[in-house]
């Protein structure tokens, strides 16, 4: 039983994980730019369906991945310089709504160019299989290799923003906008670094995914309110906050899609049980954040100033 | 000079204090306001003016200390409350309402003090109930002629004219005028001090300036305030020949 | 630069109530082309555009970004739905729980989304109309994800048959006409100026002394159960429910349509409704992928069309690139389904829009030489 709980909470730092470096993105750009992007979502997509179609045309998976993420963030740069730019000075409403028009846009997009079903992408044998991490206790490779992989990230990130100059600015900007602009930083270029930065983590994020879940229009949608959840909860311009709330959510979510449905079983029907228990796990995120707002409306790690 | 039988506090603040971290933003201040005096506060930027005023009217709750407005407690009180006791505060950066008319603006002061606003039928600008206290209060500064002006088309002075009509709109009994004058000309500035000249004596006034002339020939009493700390109150002659306050902030410049 | 909303005879009052009037024959058109979809399009506009109005009261007037309003919708919706699964099909019953419904969930989400601003409000009202969604979403008992099918529409008795599709419209018509009266009576009472001037600036409300939270409350639960009224109308117009009407895309439908039309003003929401549905209408029928076209329309209004369609009639210059637009798509849609007799009299209203915005152009033009502000 231990084993079986342990194993749903891998999954859960995986999920969470996953959530973490959109969130990272995300939080950046907001604490940074003061800017809403809900189109980091389709950021997101793209990273997943550039990397299936790389690893189609190349018939390698990590060759596919490595070339996926520079052109997701390519993508991003490419859309902070064409639409993103003039919403810098905008109120957040008017954020909202122009970066939802691009979520219009870039599923139309995808669904020109990819068609409309999904993609699957492959994954090669050396990570389709599982390997035993603990005695008794085979865990997919594949998984063992998100968790790896996203750890790895958030210690770069870590490393950033706490030991560079670019990180110094970072956190300085979070606090305090203004102030990075007096102190004859160019701005424009720390705005698009940052910006190039928060786009490559949502294509890898992306790209990750993929195989795990189908690379389909509209994944970044719902993707993107958790990730939303996730800042909320964990402080906007807080990449610490982010990952708390990012591993608690997804260790939230994934435990209760898990165990809910058996507790629910024992006095409802099976179908009855699953639909429920799905509903309710999603909503014991919402009610987390709700919770967050209540009691500490900053988030959990709000960075200092705020 | 104030008369002896004006001399109920009409506020008392003790032993204020305000941190933020390791800022003493506020620092143990204890003054009283008398009824009918023009009281006014000086000191450096950065001596916690503004700290101060937000924790008298209840944007910023004191860490310690109390404020007693009219005998009572308002130290915890929210700030809508206290415009309900009585006082009145002017905002040192215009805080005015940039898409009404200047009368709409004034005639929003009267409405909060006149019951509640759960009427969702009648137009309130037909309402004389609101609409002539809300000329006269524009008559008052000198702003009568403009009243059908949005006031983002008004010039800054006319929007600190405005500050003011808004804020004797309410009737109050205490006015808590940040920095009224900031931003005016000289004859601005002159009209301004004018005005309140006339003001004196009908409504307590604590009146935070930077301007030494305006401040001297307006005020019964002066407190000076530096570093958050209160270092003396007294009559505007005393204050001048004060040796420690020349120190900290009159320095040469002291109209003598 | 609006001083109040006035009834004042503008260029907007008079398109709208022309767009009023148009609305109006809508059941006529349909009998006389013989085309039933003409009617059951136009019902669904008429009823989303009650549901801006009610959001147009909170968000243009009050400032309250409700990214969740969809969520009322569904409320109303599921309140009819579920009890006409269990055979409650009285409208004296149901339209009141639903409406009840509405306000309740409208208070409750209010008391918690209220104390907050700015994003967070954006972001927890998304949240809390999710919340919402996932709810429908596991209700299993009233369909879950698939959805609930209403067998019968509400009965008011012999007062008026609902499955009368002409009096259905006319219904739901006449509720579009109150709305916006009752908001234009609303935003210009004391209550309106209060929510108006919170929205303008809420540190000096609270300083004059207005207790800001009540009066955003009130506002928000009557926005919330005028919107669970459309959603009371939508499900008796599509005879079913689902959580589909609630996802945040809807919400960000509703909001598109405010902001399209005219934060803030009086009809607004009525031409917002009104061009974004019949916009959607009509490039779906040139291209499957007009959302390819539609996303970048958007970004482009929000960064440079500021005042929406209510801004462009007022400057006069918005009004003749509708007209000559409005009258194209009209001539060439309509081309497409109808035969040329109808496309006489639209072009002659597109026309009439066009000849006002000229009129109010030149108007404007001839102030800014004489140096007056306009």
């Known amino acids: 039983m231990t084993l079986l709980i342990f194993e749903q909470f891998l999954n859960g730092l995986q999920i969470g994980l996953l959530l973490f470096l959109l969130a990272a993105g995300l939080t950046l750009v907001f604490g940074i730019m003061d800017m809403v992007n809900l189109a980091h979502g389709s950021l997101y997509m793209m990273g997943a369906y550039f990397a299936a179609v790389f690893v189609q045309w190349t018939d390698s998976f990590i060759l596919g991945a490595i070339l996926a993420l520079p052109a997701g963030m390519l993508l991003g740069v490419a859309t902070e310089y ?79 923003v706490q030991k560079t100059r670019l990180g110094m600015l970072i956190r300085a900007g979070a606090s305090n906008r203004e102030m990075v602009g007096a102190l004859g930083v160019d701005i424009k270029l720390l705005f698009t670094l940052v910006f190039g930065l928060g786009s490559a983590l949502a294509a890898l994020a992306g790209l990750m995914s993929g195989p795990i879940s189908t690379v389909q229009i509209g994944m970044g949608d719902n993707v993107l309110i958790l990730c939303f959840v996730v800042i909320v909860i964990g402080g906007l311009g807080s990449i610490r906050g982010a990952f708390v709330a990012a591993v608690l959510v997804g260790v939230l979510e994934t435990m209760g899609r898990a165990f809910l449905p058996n507790i629910l079983g024992s006095f409802l029907n099976p179908s009855e049980a699953g639909t429920l228990a799905q509903a309710l796990s999603s909503m014991l995120v919402y009610i987390l954040m709700s919770g967050v707002l209540v009691l500490r409306p900053a988030g959990l790690f709000p960075a200092p100033g705020r | 000079m104030s008369s002896p039988q004006m001399n109920q506090p009409v506020l008392r603040v003790r032993e204020l204090v305000k941190r933020f971290g390791g800022l003493v933003a506020t620092d143990n201040v204890s003054l009283d306001i008398l009824r009918g005096e023009v009281h006014a506060i000086i ?43 009585g006082l009145a505060r002017s905002f040192q950066i215009t805080s005015i309402f940039l898409d009404f008319t200047a009368l709409q603006n004034v005639a929003l002061a009267v409405q909060a003090h006149d019951g509640h606003s759960f009427r969702f039928w009648q137009k309130a600008m037909d309402d004389p109930a609101l609409l002539e206290p809300a000329h006269a209060a524009l008559a008052q500064v000198g702003l009568g002629h403009r009243a059908d002006i949005v006031t983002s088309a008004l010039s800054h002075g006319e929007h600190r004219q405005l500050e003011l009509a808004m804020a004797l709109a309410t009737k109050p009994q205490l006015l808590l005028l940040d920095e009224p004058m900031a931003g005016m000309g000289p004859e601005d500035s002159a009209r301004m001090v004018d005005m309140l000249r006339g003001l004196k004596g009908k409504v307590s006034i604590l009146l935070i300036e930077h301007d030494m002339e305006a401040v001297f020939a307006l005020a019964d009493r002066i407190s000076v305030l530096v570093y958050g700390r209160a270092i003396a109150t007294d009559t505007p002659d005393a204050i001048r020949r004060n040796e420690q306050v020349r120190q900290a902030y009159l320095g040469e410049e002291a109209p003598v | 630069m609006l001083k109040s909303a006035s009834l004042r005879f503008s260029v907007s009052t008079g398109v709208a109530l022309l767009l009023l009037l148009a609305l109006a024959l809508v059941p006529v058109a349909a009998e006389v082309f013989d085309d039933p979809f003409l009617l059951t399009l136009f019902t ?39 009890l006409a699964k269990h055979e409650i099909y009285a409208a004296w019953i149901q339209w009141p729980v639903a409406l009840l419904m509405s306000a309740l969930f409208a208070l409750l989400i209010g008391l918690l989304s209220l104390r907050t601003r700015g994003i967070f409000f954006i972001m927890i009202t998304l949240a809390l109309s999710q919340l919402v969604y996932y709810l429908a979403n596991g209700a299993y008992a009233y369909g879950g994800d698939d959805g609930l099918t209403i067998l019968k529409r509400s009965d008011f008795g012999g007062l008026i048959s609902l499955s009368d599709r002409p009096s259905f419209y006319y219904l739901c018509w006449a509720l579009l006409a109150l709305s916006l009266y009752l908001t234009h009576r609303l935003v210009n009472s004391r209550f309106g100026m209060v929510l108006r001037g919170a929205k303008s600036n809420d540190r000096r409300m609270a300083a004059i002394g207005f207790p800001v939270l009540r009066y955003r409350l009130t506002a928000f639960v009557i926005a919330g159960t005028v919107c669970g009224l459309a959603g009371v109308l939508l499900a008796n117009h599509t005879d079913f429910v689902s959580p589909a009407m609630i996802h945040w895309t809807r919400s960000g439908d509703l909001i598109v349509m405010v902001v399209l039309g005219g934060m803030g003003s009086l009809f607004g929401p009525l031409f917002g409704a009104v061009g974004y549905l019949a916009l959607e209408e009509i490039l779906s029928s040139y291209t499957e992928y007009w959302k390819l076209l539609f996303g970048p329309l958007l970004v482009l209004v929000i960064l440079f069309a500021r005042g929406g369609i209510d801004g462009a009639l007022g400057r006069g210059h918005g009004g003749i690139l509708l007209g000559i637009i409005g009258g194209f798509f009209l001539l060439h849609g309509v081309h497409l389904y109808y035969d040329d007799a109808w496309a006489v009299p639209a072009a002659l209203l597109m026309g009439a829009v066009g000849l006002v915005g000229l009129m109010q152009w030149l108007r404007l033009r001839k102030a800014r030489k004489a140096g007056e502000t306009p």
């Open chain 1, 82 to 160: 064409v639409a993103l730019r003039n919403l810098y000075a905008r109120d957040h409403l008017d954020q909202v709504l122009a970066t939802f028009g691009l979520i219009l846009f870039f599923n139309e997009f995808a669904r020109l160019i990819f068609g409309a079903g999904g993609m699957a992408i492959e994954l090669p044998e050396l990570l389709a299989g599982q390997i035993e991490i603990l005695p008794g206790l085979p865990y997919p490779t594949y998984r063992f290799a998100i968790i790896a992989m996203g750890l790895l990230c958030a210690g770069f990130l870590y490393l950033l």
């Open chain 2, 43 to 85: 000191g450096p930027n950065g001596a916690g003016k503004t700290t101060l005023i937000g924790q008298l009217i209840g944007e910023l709750t004191p860490d310690s200390g109390s404020v007693e407005f009219m005998g009572r407690d308002i130290t915890a009180l929210p700030v809508h409350a206290r415009s309900h006791l």
């Open chain 3, 44 to 82: 669904r506009i008429v009823i989303l555009a009650l549901a801006a109005v009610s959001l147009n009261l909170i968000l243009g007037y009050g400032g309250m970004v409700s990214f969740g309003h969809a969520a009322f919708i569904g409320v109303g919706g599921y309140a009819i739905g579920i």
